[in-house]
């Protein structure tokens, strides 16, 4: 089974620069996560999407932060512009859908995102 | 919202030894606690969960343990080996319907010295 893809793998770009991501899931998953993971913590949930809607968005900072699931399979999470407290992994993970409630979540290989 | 702890932040030991790491977690009504392992760059991947119906878990050298009264979790690895050297994050899941949430400690970097 393929597991969650993610590109680009590393990102370096300067403060006040837009930056995208993209995410593919696990064939057949239909809830999508967006983690930010800054150096030493836990993932944070950015964004919850189950098909090509929006579940949680509470802690994605909406005034640069974007993303978008259209057709309910990959995914693209964009920063525009970027701060400097914007550098961390970004983690795309899926469950096969998260209304049964007690779901496992595979991780992609994240995207490692360095503001400057 | 959920606020999980996670002790100790470094714990190194030696191989053989066993290893520990212990997570509390706030929200009575989460009824889920993976286990995630992450080598330095690399995903974070699933090494064990455990669900509120079930006090204990084990497969092979890993055990994981719940009590939902005190709303602590712990990871125990046994016959520790260098390979087993990474972060460890444990995580506590909020299912309900309509709405879930993963929740996740702040790690804790386990080096096993050969």
């Known amino acids: 089974e393929a597991g969650v893809a993610q590109s680009p793998r590393y990102k370096i770009i300067e403060k006040r620069q837009s930056v995208a991501f993209w995410c593919n899931p696990i064939?057949?998953?239909?809830?999508l996560y967006w983690y930010q993971q800054i150096l030493g913590q836990g993932p944070k949930l950015l964004i919850q999407?189950?098909?090509?809607?929006?579940?949680?968005d509470s802690q994605l900072p909406k005034d640069r932060f974007s993303a978008e699931r259209l057709k309910g399979v990959d995914s693209t999470l964009k920063i525009q512009p970027a701060k400097l407290e914007d550098s961390a992994v970004y983690l795309c993970?899926?469950?096969?859908?998260?209304?049964?409630?007690?779901?496992?979540?595979?991780f992609g290989p994240g995207t490692r995102l360095l503001v400057l | 919202g959920e606020n999980v702890e996670q002790h100790p932040s470094t714990l190194s030991v030696q191989e053989g030894d066993s290893a520990v790491i212990k997570c509390t977690y706030s929200?009575?009504?989460?009824?889920?606690f993976p286990w995630y392992k992450q080598e330095l760059g690399k995903r974070p991947q699933l090494i064990i969960d455990?669900?509120?119906?079930?006090g204990e878990k084990k497969d092979q050298r890993i055990a994981v343990t719940l009590n939902k009264t005190a709303k602590h979790f712990s990871l125990h690895i046994t016959e520790t080996q260098p390979e087993d050297s990474a972060v460890y994050f444990c995580?506590?899941?909020?299912?309900?319907?309509?709405?879930?949430?993963?929740?996740f400690g702040k790690g804790t970097m386990l080096l096993v010295s050969p």
């Open positions: 993970a899926s469950t096969t859908s998260y209304l049964t409630g007690q779901e496992t979540q595979y």
């Open positions: 455990i669900r509120s119906n079930v």
């Open positions: 995580a506590s899941f909020r299912g309900v319907s309509g709405y879930s949430t993963l929740t």
């Open positions: 064939s057949g998953h239909a809830t």
């Open positions: 999407f189950q098909n090509n809607g929006v579940v949680d």
């Open positions: 929200d009575s009504a989460s009824n889920y």
